[in-house]
């Protein structure tokens, strides 16, 4: 069954250090999205890409963050200066359309 | 008012037990209504979503959609310790606008055998 695969799965960095959260979207899916869960909280939208451009972003994702579909495979999150609070599971998710979005198992970002 | 209400929980029910999971809203553009599990420290999972109002069933899981009260729900039933996870509901619309699904906070389900 095809599924969404993100790496690293727990990504270790010091505050102020740049990070790239790296995803595989399902293949013939056409909308992208990266969302965020801190710890204990719900699952906050940060961005969507469709057609190689970014479609819609959240307040969260500001000028630290970034995205991009460098190939016909790979979706990528950089965060440019890390920050204490950006410690959360980032989640990539792909869908078709407007319907189903399918998630990736998530990538733990510590910042320290 | 958020645009998307859900009772955190947590549920705790026994073993065997039917389950009701429910949600409110407030945007009456929603269409697209989906379910999914989330157990500790992993992704959401798809359950279930339907279109537009009425039921879907799959397996031991229906899934209800009120869109005259902005009322959704999620019914497990023959509930097994396996289905103890977090539920979260999340609704976009058809058309227009943002497509991006809007999640609840999503509600703790203890199922104990």
């Known amino acids: 069954e095809p599924e969404v695969t993100q790496t690293p799965s727990h990504q270790v960095t010091q505050m102020g250090q740049e990070v790239i959260l790296r995803c595989v979207p399902i293949?013939?899916?056409?909308?992208f999205y990266w969302y965020r869960q801190i710890l204990g909280q719900k699952v906050e939208f940060l961005v969507s890409?469709?057609?190689?451009?970014?479609?819609?972003k959240s307040e969260i994702f500001d000028d630290q963050f970034s995205v991009e579909r460098p190939d016909g495979s790979n979706f990528t999150l950089k965060i440019r200066s890390t920050k204490l609070e950006d410690s959360a599971m980032y989640f990539c998710a792909s869908s078709i359309v407007n319907t189903e979005a399918f998630f990736g198992q998530g990538t733990r970002l510590t910042v320290v | 008012q958020k645009e998307v209400e859900q009772d955190p929980g947590p549920l705790s029910v026994p073993e065997g037990a039917i389950v009701s999971l429910n949600c409110t809203y407030s945007n009456s553009a929603f269409q697209y209504f989906m379910w999914y599990r989330q157990y500790s420290r992993k992704g959401p999972e798809l359950l279930m979503y339907?279109?537009?109002?009425g039921n879907k069933e799959d397996g031991r899981f229906t899934a209800q959609v009120d869109k005259s009260s902005k009322y959704i729900s999620l019914f497990i039933r023959d509930s097994q310790p396996s289905d103890s996870a977090t539920y979260l509901c999340a609704m976009s619309p058809a058309s227009g606008g943002s497509y991006i699904p809007t999640f609840g906070r999503g509600t703790s389900l203890i199922v104990h055998p």
């Open positions: 890409f469709y057609n190689n451009e970014i479609s819609e």
């Open positions: 293949s013939n899916h056409l909308y």
């Open positions: 339907t279109y537009s109002s």
